[in-house]
């Protein structure tokens, strides 16, 4: 199973930290999670204007799951569990993102590094940046335009998610 995700995180740095995660399979399976104990210091006025303001779930949600969507509220080891439980529907999982150099370092740190991600998840990440170069597609595109959902842009890890396996399915149809 593909799974297409994407993470929004407290800045482009070595000590960032989570803030969300959205995740959509390839047969429309929904994961998305707010965490609660990123570090707030690093937060600084982009974050707040591009990412905090586009966080969604209520302050007093933990777990909401219904009709193939899971959607969790908590800190990241309330966040890991149901992550874990959530990938674990498939026996085998390619994680796709759309540049994945800390979305990946953040999903293995979520589970305390890279040799203890779920185990039927394919230790070798993939990216749409990666796969628009290999197929002469600009890896620079706009992804709403080329997955052809234009309008009020939504800096959101689920919206995210959604247009990157809109993006996958429009690149290998």
């Given at each position: ?14 000590k ?57 509220r ?29 979305d ?18 394919y ?23 080329f ?27």
């Amino acid at each position: 199973m593909r799974v297409f995700w994407d993470c929004e995180f407290t800045g482009l740095h070595q000590k960032t930290t989570l803030i969300s995660i959205g995740c959509v399979s390839e047969d429309g399976e929904q994961f998305y999670a707010e965490l609660t104990d990123y570090d707030q210091s690093q937060v600084d006025e982009w974050i707040k204007r591009n990412v905090i303001t586009q966080l969604v779930l209520p302050d007093d949600l933990n777990v909401q799951a219904s009709e193939g969507k899971v959607a969790i509220r908590g800190e990241r080891a309330f966040v890991r569990k149901h992550l874990e439980m959530w990938l674990t529907q498939w026996p085998a999982v390619e994680m796709w993102s759309d540049c994945l150099a800390y979305d990946w370092v953040l999903f293995c740190d979520l589970f305390g590094g890279a040799l203890k991600i779920p185990g039927n998840v394919y230790y070798i990440p993939f990216d749409l940046a990666t796969l628009f170069k290999v197929k002469g597609i600009d890896p620079d595109v706009s992804r709403s335009s080329f997955a052809l959902m234009e309008g009020d842009y939504v800096h959101n890890a689920l919206w995210d998610a959604q247009m990157i396996r809109v993006c996958y399915e429009r690149v290998i149809a």
